[in-house]
C-alpha cells in the first residue's frame, strides 16, 4: 500500500465519501498560498495524521452560484471529481468534504514549489531556462487523462499548474470550474473560466467540448515560452477574451525567433478560433509534441 493510499485510508476513504471537519481544530495553519475566484488555499499540518498537506477552503456562496447553473443535471461535486483523479502529473486530492461552517473543503498532496503562473511572472530568475519542454510534456500528459476520464477542466491556466522545488515536476490542480464532457454540460450558456486563456466559443456562450481546454493550453503554452500573451493588452476582464477571435494572435516566432518551428507551429494551432482548426484532441497533441527532438532549446 503507497503512502497515499495510507493517508486516503486515515481520512475516510476515496472517492465517493465526505466528512464534515473543524478545519481551525484540525489543521495548523503554517502558510496561506494561492487564492483562486472561489476558493483560497493554506499550507497546513493535518493535526490527525502529522502529515503536511494543502487545503482548499471554498467560498460556500460562490461555490453555490455556480452549481446552480447545474441544478438538477447531476454533476458531480469539485470533491468527487477530485479524488477520482489519479495520474502522475495531476494533484492528488485526498479527501473532500464540509467545514463545521458549512463550507466544502478539499485535502491535496503538498507540492513543494513555485506555481507556473509564479515563474512566468518572476522571468528574470531564469528558474524556467532548460526546463520548459520537460514541463510541457508532463502538462500534456495530464490533460488526456481529465479527457479520458470524461471531464472538461475548463480552467487550464498558468494558475492551475504547480511546480516541485526543482522545477522538474508540473501536476494539475484545481477542478474546481469541471464538468462532464457530455451533452448536456457543453451546451451554450457556461461562460466560466479565466478570461485571458478563455476559449471564443465560451465567451460567445457557443456549444463547447474538450477542444476549450486545447486552446487554453496552448495559450499557456505560449506564455511558458515567451513570457507574453498572444493577445497582449492591459484587459484581464472578460472583455480580453474578446479579442480572440476579433484579432490575430502575436506569431510566436515574434518572441522566440530560435524558437523549434515544429514546436512553435503546434503552439499556434492550438489556439486558433475556430475549434475544428485547432488540434482536434489532446492525444493528437501529444503525439506531435514527441515529435519533437528532445534536444530541442528550450
Known amino acids: 500500500m503507497g ?79 477530485a479524488t477520482s483523479m489519479h495520474h502522475k502529473y495531476v494533484v492528488e486530492t485526498l479527501e473532500y468534504g464540509m467545514s463545521t461552517k458549512g463550507a466544502p473543503y478539499l485535502v491535496m498532496e503538498f507540492v513543494d514549489g513555485p506555481g507556473l503562473q509564479t515563474l512566468i511572472h518572476n522571468r528574470e530568475a531564469g528558474q524556467l531556462e532548460g526546463k520548459r519542454l520537460l514541463l510541457m510534456g508532463q502538462m500534456a500528459e495530464a490533460l488526456p487523462y481529465v479527457h479520458a476520464s470524461g471531464y472538461i477542466h475548463r480552467d487550464i491556466c498558468p494558475r492551475n499548474f504547480i511546480c516541485s522545488a526543482d522545477i522538474n515536476l508540473i501536476k494539475l490542480i484545481d477542478f474546481g470550474l469541471t464538468v462532464p464532457a457530455t451533452k448536456d454540460f457543453m451546451a451554450p450558456g457556461n461562460r466560466t473560466g479565466t478570461p485571458l486563456y478563455m476559449a471564443p466559443e465560451v465567451v460567445r456562450r457557443r456549444a463547447t467540448d474538450q477542444r476549450v481546454d486545447i486552446f487554453s493550453f496552448g495559450v499557456t503554452c505560449y506564455q511558458l515560452f515567451t513570457f507574453e500573451h498572444p493577445w497582449p493588452g492591459s484587459e484581464t476582464s472578460g472583455l480580453a477574451a474578446l479579442n480572440h477571435d476579433t484579432s490575430n494572435a502575436t506569431d510566436i516566432f515574434t518572441f522566440r525567433p530560435d524558437l523549434n518551428k515544429q514546436l512553435g507551429a503546434l503552439i499556434m494551432q492550438s489556439i486558433k478560433a475556430k475549434p475544428e482548426e485547432r488540434v482536434q484532441s489532446m492525444e493528437q497533441f501529444l503525439k506531435l509534441f514527441k515529435q519533437i527532438p528532445s534536444e530541442t532549446a528550450a
Open 3 to 81: 503512502l497515499f493510499d495510507k493517508l486516503k485510508g486515515m481520512m475516510g476513504g476515496r472517492g465517493g465519501q465526505r466528512r464534515v471537519s473543524d478545519i481551525e481544530a484540525r489543521f495548523e495553519r503554517l502558510r496561506s498560498a494561492v487564492s483562486g475566484t472561489m476558493s483560497n488555499f493554506i499550507v497546513a499540518r493535518d493535526r490527525e495524521t502529522n502529515t503536511i498537506v494543502g487545503v482548499k477552503l471554498c467560498d460556500i456562496e460562490k461555490v453555490n452560484f455556480f452549481e446552480s447553473r447545474f441544478k438538477g443535471m447531476g454533476k458531480p461535486s469539485e470533491g468527487e471529481i
